[in-house]
C-alpha cells in the first residue's frame, strides 16, 4: 500500500500544468490593438503570445533645412535655410512573447518578463517641398542630423530601435480565466534603445546646429516605450 500511495505521489508531482488550458485575449492600449493567446507553463507562470497593431497615427511638424547656392551678387557659396513640413506616423505592427509570473498563485497579481519584436520603425517621417526638389544638396534637420532629400524633393525616412525589445512589467488579472471572461490590466516598458534616425535616399549627415522639432523630442523621450494595455480574457478551455 505504502508503495502503491508513493508512487502515486510522485505521479502527481510529475504532472505538468504545461499547455492543459487555453486563454484567448484582446487588448487596447499603447501598443495599440492586441491580440494574444496564453497557455499555463506552471501553477506559477502562464505564457502569452501574440501581436499588437497601432493604425496610422499621424503628425505634422515643421522641420528646418539647409542647403548651398551661390550668391546671386558675389558667386560665393553660401548657407541657405528654410522650413519644410513633414508628416510623422506612428502606425506599426509587433509580436510578443510575456510570460506572467504570479509569486502567489491564489492572488492574480503578476510580474510581466518577456519581449516585442518584428518591426523596429518607431515612426516614419514623410515630406516634400519644391525648395528642396531645386536644391539638389538640401537636407532637413531633425536633431543633431541631417535627412537628405531625393532629386523630387521628397523626403523619406524615420526613427528605429532595436528589433528586439525586452519587457518588464506588472499587472493584475490572469491571462487563463478561471471561468469564461475576466478583465486585466498591464503596466510596463519596452528596452528598446534611444532612437535613431534612418533615411531612405543617401546618408544621414551630422548637422552643425539642432532643431528640436517633434520628432526630435520623441527621440530624446522614448529611450525606453510606456506600456499600459487594458485587456479582456476568454478561457477557450
Known amino acids: ?9 510522485v505521479a502527481s508531482a510529475q ?14 492600449g499603447t501598443t495599440g490593438i492586441s491580440v494574444e493567446v ?7 507562470v502562464q505564457m502569452r503570445a501574440g501581436a499588437s497593431f497601432v493604425p496610422g497615427i499621424t503628425f ?18 553660401e548657407r541657405h535655410n528654410g522650413k519644410v513640413n513633414l508628416e510623422g506616423d506612428l502606425g506599426r505592427t509587433q509580436g510578443q512573447i510575456i510570460f506572467n509570473v504570479y509569486p502567489v498563485p491564489k492572488l492574480p497579481f503578476y510580474v510581466a518578463v518577456g519581449a516585442y519584436f518584428g518591426c523596429n520603425k518607431l515612426l516614419k517621417i514623410t515630406g516634400n517641398s519644391p525648395e528642396l526638389a531645386a536644391n539638389s ?6 536633431g543633431d542630423y541631417k ?4 532629386a523630387n524633393g521628397n523626403i523619406s525616412g524615420g ?10 512589467g506588472i499587472g493584475w488579472g490572469r491571462a487563463i480565466p478561471g471561468r469564461l471572461l475576466n478583465f486585466a490590466c498591464d503596466l510596463g516598458v519596452q528596452f528598446q534603445g534611444k532612437p535613431k534616425l534612418y533615411t531612405d535616399y543617401g546618408e544621414i549627415d551630422e548637422s552643425a546646429v539642432e532643431d528640436n522639432n517633434t520628432f526630435n523630442k520623441i527621440a530624446k523621450a522614448l529611450k525606453v516605450y510606456p506600456t499600459l494595455t487594458f485587456r479582456l480574457n476568454f478561457r477557450a478551455f
Open 38 to 44: 496564453a497557455t499555463p507553463i506552471t501553477s506559477f
Open 15 to 28: 504532472k505538468p500544468d504545461l499547455f492543459n488550458h487555453l486563454g484567448v485575449g484582446a487588448g487596447v
Open 137 to 142: 544638396n538640401a537636407e532637413a534637420i531633425i
Open 60 to 77: 505634422n511638424s515643421d522641420a528646418s533645412y539647409t542647403y548651398n547656392a551661390p550668391n546671386p551678387s558675389t558667386g560665393a557659396m
Open 1 to 9: 500500500m505504502s508503495l502503491i500511495a508513493a508512487s502515486t505521489l
Open 147 to 150: 535627412i537628405p532629400a531625393d
Open 159 to 168: 526613427l528605429e530601435v532595436k528589433k528586439f525589445r525586452p519587457y518588464l
